[in-house]
């Protein structure tokens, strides 16, 4: 019998995550979700509301991924709620996260987020870690947001052992609105061990009630693409992203407001 140890990481963004967080530089297309992309995007919520979005990761009922946001603007700031999901019965994570953002000044936004991960094996057992993100993000202009966010800085170990770690995730991003109705954004992202990927995402909304989104991940030629509309307070988006080898992934987005706002 021959012994081999291999290592693997445990953070799991779903593939169509630009999609989901695509609003994060932006200031017409924000929404609750674009909070999970960088923590600083919460600050600028005009109401309070709900997220959902899910994914069947490659068409397998085995990978499927779930995640929900709530926000509540207070006096002081933003408060965020964050709950994800991934995997089956047989092995699946979990993180649940407390955010808080606000602007520190007229061009300036900061958030924080605290997170508690957990990792479930039948007849293992479970591991868990405590690990934070932050962000920020600066508006140069009324078109132009820059930002840069962080998750797990110092790599938080996971188990009672300690031999595993959460990756380290940087990320630093570039948002510019045409229009009120037009937005495109790129991200720079770098995970502990992995080459630098590169997002590229483009939005555009018709009359405020059509949402076209389109984007690709450098690294794995990822490419994810949906349309969402928009019924009053929920807005609903179908989207899918397609791996060249892997195949298809496709997603569902549910969106409530609990107020109605001048613009997304």
């Known amino acids: 019998m021959l012994p081999l140890?291999?290592?693997?990481?445990?953070?799991?963004?779903?593939l169509s995550v630009r999609y989901a967080g695509l609003g994060a530089?932006?200031?017409?297309?924000?929404?609750?979700?674009?909070?999970?992309?960088?923590t600083a995007a919460f600050a600028r919520l005009q109401s309070?509301?709900?997220?959902?979005?899910?994914?069947?990761?490659?068409m397998l009922q085995e990978l499927n991924q779930?995640?929900?946001?709530?926000?509540?603007?207070?006096?002081?700031g933003v408060f965020a709620f964050q709950g994800d999901y991934f995997g089956s019965a047989a092995f699946n994570e979990n993180q649940l996260g407390l955010a808080y953002a606000r602007k520190v000044a007229g061009k300036i936004d900061v958030g924080v987020k605290?997170?508690?991960?957990?990792?479930?094996?039948?007849?293992?057992?479970n591991a868990s870690a405590i690990n934070f993100e932050a962000g920020t993000l600066l508006h140069l202009t009324e078109q132009l947001t820059a930002g840069?966010?962080?998750?797990?800085?110092?790599?938080?170990k996971i188990g009672k052992s300690g031999n595993e770690k959460l990756p380290a995730i940087f990320k630093?991003?570039?948002?510019?609105?045409?229009?009120?109705?037009?937005?495109?954004?790129?991200?720079?992202?770098?995970?502990?061990?992995?080459?630098?990927?590169?997002?590229?995402?483009i939005q555009y909304s018709l009359d405020e009630k059509v949402y076209l989104r389109t984007?690709?991940?450098?690294?794995?030629?990822?490419?994810?693409?949906g349309i969402g509309l928009k019924l009053g307070l929920i807005r609903i988006d179908v989207n899918s992203a397609y791996h060249p080898q892997l195949g298809f992934t496709p997603g569902l987005l549910l969106l409530y407001s609990f107020n109605k706002v001048d613009k997304q």
């Open 48 to 58: 309070g509301g709900l997220g959902v979005y899910g994914e069947k990761r490659f």
């Open 172 to 201: 630093t991003g570039l948002g510019y609105e045409a229009s009120k109705n037009f937005f495109i954004s790129s991200e720079f992202v770098k995970q502990a061990d992995e080459p630098v990927n590169l997002n590229i995402g």
């Open 148 to 156: 840069f966010h962080m998750y797990n800085p110092f790599g938080s």
């Open 5 to 14: 140890c291999l290592s693997a990481q445990v953070v799991r963004q779903p």
């Open 66 to 76: 779930y995640s929900a946001v709530l926000a509540m603007p207070v006096a002081s």
């Open 114 to 125: 605290f997170n508690y991960h957990t990792v479930h094996v039948p007849g293992y057992g």
């Open 25 to 38: 530089y932006s200031t017409n297309f924000i929404d609750v979700f674009s909070g999970t992309s960088n």
């Open 215 to 225: 984007g690709v991940s450098t690294l794995t030629n990822n490419t994810f693409a």
